[in-house]
């Protein structure tokens, strides 16, 4: 894979989402601004969120990208029912969500742009996960030893929790690790911007 219009650059310190883009045989950079604001309003049905944080984070670099840049920005956020789940702030709340997921499907939506000086793509994808009913030993277990604390929902689909508790999924598992990297590939075909 080479890159042919564009200098792709990923406004993300995630290590799962740069992992994710590298899987994809395509140079990148990454940069990121600190200090962008997410929120979002009240009324905004729950999965328009996603999609609206990443057009969000996408706005604050237009100024500063090049004419030969492409940058990609995105959201992942977890939703039970119309609850959204953001990242849990310490242990008792990434506990008290797991146990909520538990037995449960829960939808994730990452919101994705692309965003050069002169267009702009966005989309959002979605994937179901069910999870099987969790102990209060392995909820435990997951939060004291791997400390989800950066993460949508309370929880890595690819670490312990995922491997030990996800019974279905319906839809794209890179999208729950935080990229849908099929997805990207395809919008940046669409771009022009790599070729095979």
Known sequence: MVSDRY???LASNSPRRKELLGGLDIPFEVRVLDGID???PEDLPTKEIAGYISKKKAAAYQQTIAADELIITADTIVILGQKVMGKPKDAEEAKRMLHE????THQVITGVCLTTKEKQVSFSVETDVTFKKLTDEEVNYYVDHYRPFDKAGAYGIQEWIGHVGVTGMNGSYFNVMGLPVQ????ALKAFKSVKC
């Open 183 to 186: 997805r990207i590939y395809e």
């Open 101 to 104: 997921l538990s037995g449960q």
């Open 38 to 40: 997410e929120s979002y």
């Open 7 to 9: 200098h792709i650059i």
